[in-house]
């Protein structure tokens, strides 16, 4: 596969996903928690991970099968990368239960949802996640890395990890930089994107498990 081609499969689901993101932004369904105050909501921002899943998962995994293997394998595990790896992944989970307890909610929400529509979306944010990385910490990043070094690479992943969080809050837009500067470190170091999604996995899950029940199981409960 000539380098034009790789690079066009690499632009394509950016772009795609970019535009999809300022669409769902006009429709205040760029996350949960905002999600959760429109009709059907929450199956709108479903559909929106499930394009996620394509563009940035399942496209780039059938065409550019050379970093298949960010996926299909766990990688290399040191004992200080491990302790490294430990050390973030509770560090992200307790900046999202500080979160969660600075996050004064001041939306009525949802209190028609049951937990089989938690179970559903969460099941699908999942895979979304996954897929986010195996396209940011994985086949852009080692696509980079295979061209120029380590410090650029990461400078140009951030970069555009950044972009795609443009719709975002100033919050979630500043922390993306460090953020995403851990995570690629990680899969430079282990050769897989498990590492950086169980540690973005951590910090998304327990956040938006509090948003869903605050904002709907909670109130199916009281009523």
């Known amino acids: 596969m000539t380098t034009d081609i790789v690079?066009?499969?690499?632009?394509?689901?950016?772009?795609?996903?970019?535009?999809?993101?300022y669409v769902f932004k006009k429709l205040?369904?760029?996350?949960?928690?905002?999600?959760?105050?429109?009709?059907?909501?929450?199956?709108?921002?479903?559909?929106?991970?499930?394009?996620?899943?394509?563009?940035?998962?399942?496209f780039?995994?059938?065409?550019?099968?050379?970093?298949?293997?960010?996926?299909l394998t766990?990688?290399?595990m040191k004992l200080k990368v491990l302790i490294l790896f430990l050390l973030f992944f509770f560090l992200s989970a307790y900046a999202a239960m500080l979160g969660?307890?600075?996050?004064?909610?001041k939306e009525q929400g949802n209190g028609g949802y049951r937990f089989s529509d938690?179970?559903?979306?969460?099941?699908?944010r999942i895979v979304f996640l996954l897929c986010y990385e195996f396209f940011f910490r994985g086949v852009l990043l080692f696509y980079f890395l295979d061209s120029t070094s380590l410090t650029l690479s990461i400078t140009y992943v951030t970069v555009l990890y950044v972009l795609i969080h443009a719709f975002d809050s100033k919050r979630e837009i500043i922390g993306a930089i460090p953020f995403g500067i851990i995570l690629c470190l990680f899969s430079v170091y282990t050769q897989s994107i498990w590492y950086p999604f169980l540690i973005h996995l951590a910090l998304s899950a327990i956040?938006?498990?509090?948003?869903?029940?605050?904002?709907?199981?909670?109130?199916?409960?009281m009523s």
């Open 28 to 58: 205040h369904v760029n996350n949960l928690e905002t999600s959760l105050q429109v009709t059907n909501g929450l199956k709108l921002l479903n559909l929106k991970h499930i394009l996620g899943i394509i563009f940035f998962g399942v």
């Open 74 to 76: 766990l990688g290399v």
């Open 207 to 221: 956040y938006e498990i509090s948003i869903f029940y605050q904002l709907t199981l909670n109130k199916n409960s």
């Open 100 to 105: 969660v307890n600075n996050n004064k909610l």
């Open 118 to 124: 938690a179970k559903y979306y969460f099941f699908i």
């Open 60 to 71: 780039p995994f059938v065409v550019l099968t050379d970093y298949q293997y960010l996926i």
């Open 7 to 21: 690079i066009l499969v690499l632009l394509l689901p950016f772009f795609a996903y970019f535009l999809i993101s």
